[in-house]
């Protein structure tokens, strides 16, 4: 049993930064990714970012590369998402992941989600 618990969603202006965690316990296989994907409202989930846990290697969206950072904290457990340079089509429900890292930005290979955490922002 795997459990993802994402924090650190709010309302921010356009131009702003935000700071999502997801923090993961149980158990893990030996390769595997964390990713985040969103979802706005009518619209239907998409890939944000994604890294391998061991390697360390990371993938992001087109939409959000160079301004979005993934990274991971090995001592909690955490992979972060800083988001800057906020735009209001980034407001969506972002939710973090865990799977098999066979391709680290494809859906259908993250078999874990936590309840996702609102981001807002405001024009």
């Known amino acids: 049993q795997v459990q993802l618990v994402e924090s650190g969603g709010g309302l921010v202006q356009a131009g702003g930064s935000l700071r999502l965690s997801c923090a993961a316990s149980g158990r893990t296989f030996s390769n595997y990714a964390m990713g985040w994907f969103r979802q706005a409202p009518g619209k239907e989930r998409e890939f944000v970012a994604a890294?391998?846990?061991?390697?360390?290697?990371?993938n992001y969206a087109d939409s959000v590369k160079g301004r979005f950072t993934i990274s991971r904290d090995n001592t909690k457990n955490t992979v972060h998402l800083q988001m800057n340079s906020l735009k209001p089509e980034d407001t969506a429900v972002y939710y973090c992941?865990?799977?098999?890292?066979?391709?680290?930005?494809?859906?259908?290979?993250?078999?874990?989600w936590g309840q996702g955490t609102q981001v807002t922002v405001s024009s």
């Open positions: 992941a865990a799977g098999a890292s066979i391709l680290i930005d494809t859906e259908k290979y993250y078999g874990y």
């Open positions: 890294m391998r846990w061991s390697a360390g290697s990371t």
